[in-house]
């Protein structure tokens, strides 16, 4: 069965208000509490959306997100008490899209799930089967596939979602403010965030990424998709 959301969170009363919550207004979600009945669910189940807490009873939501982007591409939105930098930082890097801090407002968390499940939903009505091809870079945006020099690369929904917007845009200042207007639909998302996804994509598709030709750095400003430069 496909869910909208799938929630997977040991506060059990929380998990079970915010799925009711979001049933509520038509966003189809199923709450789980552990790893266990989370791994359980993608047996039978998919959701186009996770919201994941870190501390799970039975073991570490990062270790968890680890484990399901083996095989799941769905944008996983980190929910947690732990405000600290240092588990930010972890989250992103291991493959998360967001964090978002308890205690949460429903209604501010409802209006982050649809605008991500929007922006996922819009972008699948536009792809075409168009290959997008930049030297060894290689695009299938209908597939949502990226490959360098024909070594497929992995990367979130988020981070597809990230460089499809550069490529799109090529050869022009994109300012961060436009970055979150138009990739995160979210004027509130923060520079390390940011930081932490175009670190990424540079690993990705560089082959230097620490001297990076085709994502380079406006300082103070943004960012330019430079084409032809990984020729």
Known sequence: MHYDCLIIDDEQVLADNTCEYFNMFDVKTKAVYNSSDALAFYGENDASLILLDINLGDGSGFDLCKNLRQNVSSPILFISARNTDDDKIIALNIGGDDYIEKPYSLGVLLAKVKVVLRRFGSMEEKETSDIFEDGALSIDKKNK???????????????????????????????????????????????????????????????????????????????????????
């Open 145 to 231: 596939t990226v490959s360098l020099s024909g070594e497929a690369k992995k990367l979130t929904s988020m981070e597809f979602a990230l460089l499809l917007y550069l490529v799109e845009n090529p050869n022009r200042l994109i300012t961060k403010a436009e970055l979150f207007d138009n990739v995160w639909k979210d004027k509130f998302t923060s520079d390390g965030t940011l930081n932490v996804h175009i670190r990424k994509l540079r690993e990705a598709i560089e082959s230097d990424p620490k001297n990076p030709s085709r994502i380079v750095t406006v300082w103070k400003e943004g960012y330019k998709y430079v084409t032809g430069a990984g020729k």
